[in-house]
């Protein structure tokens, strides 16, 4: 090899007389190899910012570049409209114009550079939306993106939105499938406009009817709450929340918030930990370990003296540790607060965030000023009072939802999908389905209905006859006349019959109307302010001058009808005696009116079962189907028995129940048993059943209910036609919570009941070894 040192830098050439070319030229070759892995080490993005490393490793390694101060920022949540929005550019307070211009001098002013864990009530348009995430992204040196959280209980709550018909609507069709494709058309919605988290769905299991937010349940039985929440989960959460159709599902209000005393939001729960595991943690708990929920929202009141925000046997102990919940929890609006102000268990706003933090909560909700919140946190954790640990590991939850929604590595969203999703067709399609599937038809004496479209003369009458109620949490929507329940039968009936009508504020004048018509249709019930969060009531009868109304159409001999939009059960025990025929609509959605006129006159045929009893008077309170047997029968007012029972509901055809088939497991074999039955539709016309298991266990160890809803099934049929349906029945869906305080599947003899609900059915005994 000839040396040849032409073109090499001077200060080498003594290199190339002492060592051979090579040897040089590969040591220049290594310092030069180390110089570029050095450059792209420096190019190279921060491991958070890395998409292809796993999400705990990119958490673990921003949270160890973050400041005190700014783990604080990712536990608070921020109020949109007046962080980032003039007056003049806010349709409410807290909702943004669709063509609001992002106040950059007030967001800087409101949030500085420290970077924002959440934002709530700003309900974007998408532009707006990347406008303000490139503002927080930019604004923190980190580059840590917001999370946007609204509303969307049944619609997501902006304006000119579909909204569909309400959570207890969405119970009566006992039909998973279609709370599965309304939690992914609420998501889609949401996701297309940048909001990436719903507050919803509300899984407390009602078991007082007086209380305001029954409406926005799904019933009273932790069973069917439990299977309609985790599909509706499932479909707003999807197979992966980094997609623009998926957000992250929070259900609420964990846990009991269904059985307040007295029916007063947010009042006292008494229960102990068997009732609580057994009934009002049921209800989650399929959402949580199926479903996967990535938020909860821990409620306002406390069960058995220790607040749901202070409480961490509920929060670590059961839902993280026993159920495996690996996402984070934000407290109800101001429930931390509550903590020092009203549950006084301790002395302080800085203890109130400090006890919510060390019990398990990971984020406030408009609990305290933002100056208070964080540097409580930041005090507390200098004072010794929150370990790094339990910081850390809030701040890690928030942070982990980020990385699997996306916003880091994809931070916008199209700003014309939303066009392709805002009251699209398949939406509109979907919310009149559920509502058609959604009619529970209580009475129907002498086959009044469905009735015929070419009457003479049809009164409508009633302050619900003329507008579809949408029900709570559909502020961005308006109730319209034009989708009411009158517009849609005058659609419907002949041409040649003439529809007149009254909402009956004028009884006298009502009345005489009403003796010209062949027939008179009712719209009586609720509405908003009546019904709804924060309205309790104290009776529940129909509100105002509508039972007087009611008496009076019905003494004039006319065939009526009564039709019910409402939030809760009603007592109406004079209606259930003298009314031939009552439909309850609740608050079917915007196109509810035309579902009601399809069911009235046999478009559509009924086949909603209650998710809920009807009482006869309040002083029943509170019954519901799944009571101990020890309960007593009668008053000396009357029985106790309710008016409409769980799981009841008629149809314009007839069904029958045979060959009920129960086959259990050998000894020591974790299989389920298997109960079969075949249905017939007995009828002259088509229709759904929905097919209701019961299970009573005869002796165990603890009291347990008289029986139990553990399955069910909507199936159609045709006019004769039959089908052999078959229920798996988990043994774990049978275990009780025994005076050991143990989950335990008891051996012994158990009773099952197949039928069209509580109250009926065929019923077979099997023996668990």
Request: some cysteine; hydrophobic content about 40%.
């Amino acid at each position: 090899m000839t040396n040849n040192s032409k073109g090499i830098v001077p200060a080498h050439r003594k290199l190339f007389r002492k060592y051979p070319a090579f040897l040089i030229l590969t040591a220049m070759a290594a310092t030069l190899a180390g110089e570029i892995s050095s450059l792209r080490a420096q190019d190279a993005p921060l491991p958070y910012k890395n998409p292809t490393l796993a999400v705990d490793a990119r958490v673990a390694d921003l949270i160890g570049r973050m400041t005190l101060e700014e783990k604080a920022r990712q536990l608070d949540m921020y109020f949109g409209c007046e962080s980032f929005l003039n007056t003049n550019q806010q349709a409410s307070r807290t909702h943004a114009k669709p063509d609001a211009v992002f106040n950059l001098q007030l967001a800087e002013k409101n949030l500085g550079k420290l970077g924002i864990g959440s934002i709530h009530d700003l309900y974007p348009r998408a532009g707006l939306y990347n406008r303000v995430q490139a503002w927080v992204i930019k604004s923190n040196h980190l580059g840590i993106p917001a999370l946007f959280i609204e509303e969307g209980l049944h619609g997501y709550m902006d304006y000119d939105e579909t909204v569909f018909p309400q959570s207890i609507n969405l119970a009566t069709t006992w039909n998973p499938a279609l709370a599965r494709r309304t939690g992914a058309a609420i998501a889609a919605q949401a996701r297309a406009n940048g909001v990436d988290m719903i507050l919803g769905p509300v899984l407390d299991v009602a078991r007082d009817p007086r209380w305001g937010r029954v409406e926005e349940d799904f019933g009273e039985d932790p069973y069917l709450t439990g299977q309609l929440g985790l599909a509706y989960v499932e479909g707003m959460q999807g197979n992966s929340l980094n997609t623009d159709y998926t957000v992250i599902a929070e259900p609420k209000h964990f846990a009991g918030h269904g059985s307040p005393e007295g029916g007063l939001n947010m009042s006292p729960v008494h229960a102990g930990e068997r009732e609580v595991r057994s009934i009002m943690l049921k209800s989650f708990e399929p959402a949580v370990r199926e479903g996967k929920a990535m938020g909860i929202m821990a409620a306002y009141h406390d069960i058995d003296g220790v607040p749901c925000t202070g409480n961490p046997w509920l929060l670590n102990k059961v839902l993280r540790d026993e159920w495996g919940f690996q996402g984070f929890v934000l407290s109800d609006l101001g429930a931390i607060r509550r903590l020092y102000d009203t549950h006084h268990v301790v002395d302080s706003s800085t203890n109130a965030v400090l006890l919510a933090l060390n019990s398990g909560v990971d984020m406030q909700f408009y609990d305290f000023d933002h100056v208070t919140f964080q540097n409580a946190i930041i005090n507390g954790m200098k004072g010794g009072k929150v370990s790094e640990v339990t910081l850390n590991q809030a701040v890690a939850r928030v942070l982990r939802v980020k990385f699997l929604l996306g916003v880091f590595d994809r931070p916008f969203v199209d700003e014309n999908l939303d066009s392709t999703v805002r009251r699209c067709q398949a939406h509109a399609d979907l919310a009149l389905e559920s509502a058609r599937q959604s009619m529970c038809l209580l009475k129907n004496e002498g086959g009044l209905l469905p009735l015929k479209k070419d009457l003479e003369r049809i009164a409508v009458i009633g302050p619900n006859a003329n507008i579809a109620r949408l029900g709570d949490y559909s502020e961005g929507a308006t109730e319209s006349s034009k989708e009411g329940m009158l517009e849609q039968i005058k659609r419907l009936v002949s041409t040649k019959t003439k529809v007149i009508f009254s909402d009956g504020e004028n009884i006298k004048k009502t009345v005489t109307l009403a003796k010209k018509a062949d027939i008179v249709i009712l719209g009586m019930g609720e509405w908003l302010k009546i019904s709804g969060e924060g309205f309790d009531r104290s009776d529940l009868n129909l509100p105002g001058n509508q039972k007087d109304l009611l008496e009076a159409l019905v003494g004039t001999g006319k065939p009526v009808v009564l039709v019910l939009q409402n939030g809760r059960p009603l007592t109406i025990p004079w209606a259930a005696k003298h009314v031939p025929a009552i439909l309850e609509a609740w608050y079917p959605g915007e196109f509810g009116g035309r579902a009601i006129a399809e069911t009235l006159f046999g478009d559509n045929n009924p086949a909603g079962r209650l998710p809920i009893t009807f009482p006869r008077s309040v002083g029943q309170l509170p019954v519901y189907y799944n009571h101990f047997p020890s309960k007593k029968n009668s008053y000396i007012e009357g029985d106790s028995s309710p008016l409409f029972v769980f799981g009841h509901g008629l149809s314009y055809t007839t069904f029958k129940y045979d060959d009920l088939n129960v086959t259990a497991p050998s000894a020591n074999s974790a299989d389920d048993v298997l109960v079969s039955c075949k249905i017939t539709n007995t009828g002259k016309r088509e229709g759904d059943e929905v097919a209701q298991l019961y299970v009573r266990q005869e002796t165990a160890s603890v009291v347990t209910p008289i029986k139990a809803l553990k399955g069910f099934s909507r199936i159609h049929l045709n006019s004769n036609e039959s089908k052999v349906i078959t229920f798996h029945l988990k043994q774990s869906d049978l275990a009780v919570w025994d005076a050991n305080q143990e989950w335990r599947v008891e051996p012994g003899e158990y009773t099952v009941a197949v039928g069209g609900d509580s109250s009926s059915g065929l019923s077979a005994k099997f023996t668990l070894e």
